[in-house]
């Protein structure tokens, strides 16, 4: 009588077990539309720097239109997938420029159509994880700041450490957009590493 309970306690454990080991996607965008992007170059380089059980996948932000409420019903079609790819992903990945202060007005963009409709957002609960790339000295430090208050009013959950700010981009790539920083590499690997298990753990939880 006693084993019973013994044995389906060890298959929920093994369930659990299978359910926090098994492969995950992150999808990621960067909030930038120019073909030159520092922040683009760091989000590619992010692909081949997951760890294993880990793919990054690429959302293609390039067609979506600003945020208009009058085309909101039935979304456009690269809204659409927008919102498809981040509502089947495990984890969000952001890299954000910073611009004035804040974050891009691309990247406010993409979470604005991601947060609609606010009963069924596909940003509801999720795992995401921040980056970004400038060409000064603070990293997109002050992006990150500014984005804090909207994870929390769209129910996300933001990794709070590591997050990768890197200054000085320019220096950080080679003519190929190839990331050459040892550190940034580093660094970007614990992040991916970090959004991986939380999304694991919440899956648990």
Known sequence: MCGRPLRARERESEALSAQLNAALTIAAFAGSLRAGSYNKMLLRNAQALAPAGVSVAEIDISDIPLFNADIEDPPPPPVARMREAIRAADAL?????????????VTKNVIDWASRPPDDSCLDDKAV????????????AR????LLPV?????????????????RAAERFDASGTLTDEQVKADMRALLEGLAAFARTMKGT
């Open 93 to 105: 990945l952001i890299i954000t420029p910073e611009y004035n202060w804040s974050m891009s007005g």
């Open 129 to 140: 994880g921040l980056a970004g790339c400038s060409s000064g000295y603070f990293g997109t």
């Open 143 to 146: 992006a990150k700041i500014a």
């Open 151 to 167: 994870f929390v009013f769209t129910g996300m959950h933001v990794l709070d450490e590591p997050m990768v700010h890197v200054s």
